[in-house]
């Protein structure tokens, strides 16, 4: 069964950092494209970022969050990382590891498989 588990979040101030990671088990995970969204309250899910399936040297990022958020992965240990630097109240969300064969996408509809969240809050 196919599973990814996220982890990382919790709460930091204004201008901190956090590293999320999501572990993935039950795929050949260098054959999918990974990304990361999040959901505030009374908010629409949105788009954070994404990486490729081939070798990784593909990205995409919200206009919100480049210059400040970094995504990577690590295919021998089966995992995708969300590097998150200069954090601002307006961060504050759960956020959703998610997966989807093959190339990398911003389009939330075309991600199959989804974890189930952890929570980051920037307080002011």
């Known amino acids: 069964q196919v599973q990814l588990v996220e982890s990382g979040g919790g709460l930091v101030q204004a201008g901190g950092s956090l590293r999320l990671s999501c572990a993935a088990s039950g795929l050949t995970f260098s054959r999918y494209a990974m990304g990361w969204f999040r959901q505030a309250p009374g908010k629409e899910r949105e788009f954070v970022a994404a990486?490729?399936?081939?070798?990784?040297?593909?990205?995409y990022y919200a206009d919100s969050v480049k210059g400040r958020f970094t995504i990577s992965r690590d295919n021998a240990k089966n995992t995708v990382y969300l590097q998150m630097n200069s954090l601002k109240p307006e961060d504050t969300a759960v956020y959703y590891c998610?997966?989807?064969?093959?190339?990398?996408?911003?389009?939330?509809?075309?991600?199959?498989?989804w974890g189930q969240g952890t929570q980051v809050t920037v307080s002011s």
């Open positions: 990486i490729s399936w081939s070798g990784g040297t593909t990205y």
């Open positions: 998610a997966a989807k064969p093959f190339a990398a996408g911003r389009d939330i509809s075309d991600y199959d498989i």
